[in-house]
């Protein structure tokens, strides 16, 4: 049963366009979340979080939005960059556990010129 | 900054190998992790460990097993290797809590 799913496997997007990659989840015990961007060949890399707590947290050209009654979450790149061309994945981690994260499928970005 | 290590980034075995495949972080982390990461399926977690001695089964623990005999080493292990196996290996490590966990740059494993 995936907890935490990305529905879309790939995003393509022009350069200077906005981003939008979206994150569905089911478990209404998760208390955070995470995104994270991995190049081929490396491992990921921590890019922004949010609690439960909160709607919306801003970092730069990176902002996430939470939406607990629709059981959503969603990354927003603005301006995008062709170095932001990667696979991005959520997480989300449960209350009350051990500090497992449990990570979506991945979502493609490839930012064109 | 945070450092996670992994002993090597590609390894190419034979079925039955025995595979270890070792994780050193340098931040005093209390917590760490394997995964696998194959594609369509994402990060799935292997094994993870909260302490010395400590290891937890993840989601797929079957066919591995681990070892944190040091806070900052932890080890993962493939009795015998099978082609199914063939992944890329992830080691992270985490403070606990609502916080981040941090990667490593992964090991291209594959088994022949």
């Known amino acids: 049963d995936q907890q935490v799913k990305q529905n879309s496997p790939s995003l393509s997007v022009q350069e200077g366009r906005i981003s939008i990659l979206n994150c569905d989840y089911t478990n209404s015990m998760f208390d955070y979340f995470l995104w994270y961007k991995k190049y081929p060949a490396e491992g990921p890399t921590f890019l922004i979080s949010?609690?439960?707590?909160?709607d919306k947290n801003e970092d730069g050209r990176f902002t996430v939005f939470l939406n607990k009654s629709a059981k959503h979450l969603s990354l927003h790149i603005v301006p995008s960059q062709p170095g932001d061309s990667a696979v991005y994945f959520c997480?989300?981690?449960?209350?009350?556990?051990?500090?497992?994260?449990?990570f979506g499928t991945g979502t493609r970005l490839q930012v064109f010129p | 900054d945070v450092k996670v290590t992994q002993s090597s980034r590609y390894l190419v075995k034979r079925t039955g190998e025995k595979v270890f495949l070792e994780c050193v972080q340098d931040m005093d982390h209390e917590n760490m992790f394997w995964y696998r990461q194959d594609p369509g399926l994402g990060l799935r977690l292997i094994y993870f460990s909260y302490d010395v001695k400590m290891k937890e089964k993840g989601d797929i623990p079957e066919g591995y097993s681990v070892s944190r005999e040091k806070k900052e080493r932890f080890s993962l292990i493939l009795e015998s290797a099978s082609t199914n196996q063939t992944s890329m290996y992830l080691c992270?490590?985490?403070?606990?809590?609502?916080?981040?966990?941090?990667f490593g740059p992964g090991t291209r494993l594959t088994v022949l």
């Open positions: 997480a989300a981690r449960a209350r009350m556990t051990t500090d497992k994260l449990i």
């Open positions: 949010i609690s439960s707590i909160k």
């Open positions: 992270a490590s985490g403070a606990g809590g609502p916080r981040e966990q941090f």
